[in-house]
Structures are given as C-alpha cells and as structure tokens.
C-alpha cells in the first residue's frame, strides 16, 4: 500500500467569496473556476514517475499544484484531490535493470523520498494517492471496456507471444481537443515523449499504447481476451481520476510537458468510453538547469532532498518556486536561493512584529485567485516586510497577537513564517 505523506497543519482564513481564476490550456485563457458539482472542486494531479528523486522540475509542478489546491480551499470551497504514481513504465523499468534492483522497489524507495520531500515543501497531501500496480484491477476493467466498445485493436509483436492493443482515435475524433496542436507540433514531442510513431500496423501514427503484452523481465497481469500484459501510460489516469473523482471532473494538471501527449489522450481515451474528462486543463512551466530541461533521462537534475539535507529550510526553496510565476519556463541557479533567503529573514522579522495588515492580506488573496501571480503575492509581502505595506487605521487590542500577514502566508502559500 502506498502511503501518502502528512499533510501540513492547516489553518483556513474565514473563507471569503471571489472564485479562482485559473488558465485553460484549451481555451488558453484565463477563467473563473466553476465547480461541476457546487461546493465541492475536485483536481487530479498527474504523479511523478518514481525511478529518481524529487528534483525542482517536479517541485514547481507540485508547488503550483498545491497553491491551486489552497487558493480553492480559500474560497470556501472543499478540494478533493487525487495523484498517481506511474510505477508501471519503461523508463523504471530499464533503470531498475542497469541497476540491478526488483523494479517495485525501486518504486517503493523513490516515492518515499518524493513523499518526504513534498511533506518538507508543506504540500498538502492528496486524499487519493494511488499507483498503477495498486490500481492494475481497476485499469483492466477500463481498458476491456475500451475493447468492449470496440475502441481497441491489436497489433502483432515480434517479441511476445501476443499482440499489443491500440486505442482506435479515429472513431472518435478527439485527437487535439486539449493541446490543439496541429499534426507537426504534435509529431516533434510525440517520440520523446512515449510514443510509439513508427510502429508498424497502427491505424493513427498517434494512437496510443492500451495494453502492452507481456515482455521477459516485466511483470503482467491477466486481462481476458486482451491477455496478459501491462497498461500504457495515459489510460492510468482516466482510470485512478475516474475511480477517486468521478468523470469528469474540475481540473487535471501536471508540467506543460504534458499537454500532448499524455493529456490530449487521457481525454481522448474518456471520450472513447464515454465520457468527459476534466473541464480545465491547467499546466506549469519547465523548470530548466545547464540550458536545457531538467529530465531525469539527461540528468541535469537539483534534487529537493539534497538541498534539504545539506541544510537549507525548505521554505527558501517555496520562494525561489514563487518568485516565477508558474506558467512561465525558468532557469534554475544558484543565485535564486540568496535572494530568497534573504526574502524569508525579512518576512520572518516583520512577521515577528504582528500587528494587523487587512489590506495586506487582501492583496496577497487577490493576487493568488489571479491564475496563482506569486511575483504580486511577493511584492506585497516585500512592502509588507519594509514597512510599506500601511497599517490597519483601526488598532485593534491584540495588535500584538500572531501577526494576520503571517496567518495568510502559511494559508495561502504554505510558508511558514514562525
Ligand atoms: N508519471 C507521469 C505523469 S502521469 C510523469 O510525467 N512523471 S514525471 O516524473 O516524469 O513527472 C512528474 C511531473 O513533473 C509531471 O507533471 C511533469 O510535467 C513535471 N516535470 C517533469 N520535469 C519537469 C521540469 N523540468 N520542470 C517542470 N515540471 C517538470
Ligand atoms: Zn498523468
């Protein structure tokens, strides 16, 4: 069973009224969040894939994640949040080989670190935490109803006994809803990005992987007709979303590195049974080192546990992550640490000081239901800092009780200031 991590102590401001206003990547515009079911707002966060540790790539995915999930909460609203853990896929698949280790376990030992990394970042954890080989039951049955509607076809192997099964794009059309690329974006990120352009006997270049048959040194599971074999990568989603959210639901989002292919068919792979998917799309930027991307396949990879455990608070790594606005593509360095040590000294003093800030609190709210602008957030939290931020004309007696400022930032932004 995998665990989930603890969550951080939470402390809601009285909830107050504006909606989050959030960008879809369909419409690729900036919108109020109207939960299908009122009162309730239910968000699917795509999981990491556990054969590394937590770098700061994932840390800003999950960062955005998480104040997405706070700035909700704040409106009064109740969030249900659900995650995967891909531990079912090549590329943990070949690192356990070169290593020399059974592949759960490598699963197992990286998302204990991932866990502990995100409980240090005080994300709140999800209610659903669920990985493929827990939810291989469930995905089966989605994957034979796939079959059943005629949605599934095979395709010969040339190393298994059996065939591997396609899921059929054309019958539906839905190919694009999310990402609207058009056939060339699509085919430049399509190989690097798990597929499969080139296989031989697929109907759509872009169809994707449903079940892949049983391969030597690979663990499988029996699926009737389809035989025995393993998931592909999108159709986890649909299912652990479907089980944990019902479809559809609110919101899914995960690295921009998503949106084609693993979004556009999730939601393509919904449509084939039926049903809707989310209804906003919503993705954070990459977060690059050395130039490039950081991705555990190149390597050039900062990890959050080595930076915690040469020292750092991770709450200095909270505001390098808000200092970029989420959607925006950035570079990692050295440098963003100092400045946002030298922010957390200073808020931490002002916040020592107490003393009530409405209009403070105010601007930070307002600026975090503005699709999550952290870089306002944190404006207002510099003139705060420097005592240009003004007092509440009316002081009231226990001015000098835990500051209102500091309350907001750990509600709001998760950051502990004590
Ligand atoms: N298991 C799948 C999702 S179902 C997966 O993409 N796993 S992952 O481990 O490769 O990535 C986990 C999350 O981190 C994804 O949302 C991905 O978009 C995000 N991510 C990966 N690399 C970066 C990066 N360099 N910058 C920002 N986000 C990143
Ligand atoms: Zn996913």
């Not at 995905?139 to 005629?150: A, D, E, P, T």
């Not at 056939?183 to 798990?194: I, L, N, T, Y």
């Not at 039926?274 to 906003?280: C, D």
């Not at 107490?354 to 709210?365: F, I, K, S």
């Amino acid at each position: 069973m995998v665990r989930s991590w603890t969550s951080p102590s939470l402390s809601p401001l009285p909830a107050s009224g504006l909606p989050l206003r959030l960008h879809d990547t369909r419409t690729g515009r900036v919108a109020p969040v109207t939960p299908l079911t009122p009162g309730t707002a239910r968000l699917y966060v795509c999981g990491i894939t556990p054969y590394d540790a937590t770098h700061l790539g994932h840390a800003n995915t999950y960062h955005a994640a998480d104040l997405m999930h706070r700035a909700l909460r704040d409106t009064g609203l109740e969030v249900e949040v659900a995650q995967n853990i891909t531990d079912v896929d090549d590329p943990l698949f070949e690192r356990a080989r070169r290593d020399g280790i059974d592949w759960e376990e490598l699963a197992t030992s990286q998302v204990e670190l991932f866990t502990e990394d995100m409980a240090a970042l005080r994300i709140i954890a999800p209610q659903t935490y669920r990985s493929v080989s827990e939810a291989i039951d469930s995905i089966i049955s989605v994957v034979q109803k796939l079959h059943q509607r005629g949605r599934a076809y095979p395709v010969q192997a040339a190393d298994a006994a059996g065939p591997d099964w396609y899921l059929d794009l054309g019958m539906d059309g839905a190919l694009g809803d999310v990402s609207g690329y058009s056939e060339q974006q699509m085919m430049e990120v399509f190989a690097e990005r798990g597929g499969d352009p080139e296989r031989e006997g697929k109907r759509g270049v872009f169809d994707p992987l449903l079940w892949s048959a049983e391969r030597e040194g690979e663990p499988a599971w029996d699926a009737g007709a389809l035989g025995r074999g393993r998931p592909g990568w999108h159709v986890e989603c649909v299912c652990i979303a479907g089980d944990a959210l019902g479809l559809p639901f609110d919101i899914q989002t995960g690295g921009s590195d998503l949106i084609f292919p693993h979004h556009d068919l999730s939601a393509a792979h919904a449509v084939g049974l039926g049903r809707g998917f989310a209804t906003v799309y919503n993705h954070a930027g990459m977060v690059a080192h050395e130039g490039e991307k950081m991705s555990k396949s190149l390597g050039n990879l900062v990890f959050v546990h080595r930076l915690v455990r040469d020292g750092l608070d991770p709450m200095i790594i909270r505001l390098v992550l808000m200092a970029h606005h989420y959607r925006a593509d950035w570079e990692w360095s050295e440098a963003e640490l100092d400045r946002a040590a030298e922010r957390l000294r200073a808020y931490r003093s002002a916040a020592a000081r107490g003393g009530h800030h409405p209009a403070t609190v105010e601007a930070l709210r307002a600026a975090l239901r503005q699709d999550l602008d952290t870089p306002a957030a944190l404006e207002t939290l510099d003139a705060w800092a420097s005592g240009r931020g003004g007092q509440d004309p009316v002081r009231t007696p226990d001015a000098a009780a835990p500051g209102d400022v500091a309350a907001a930032v750990d509600a709001l932004f998760g950051i502990d200031l004590s």
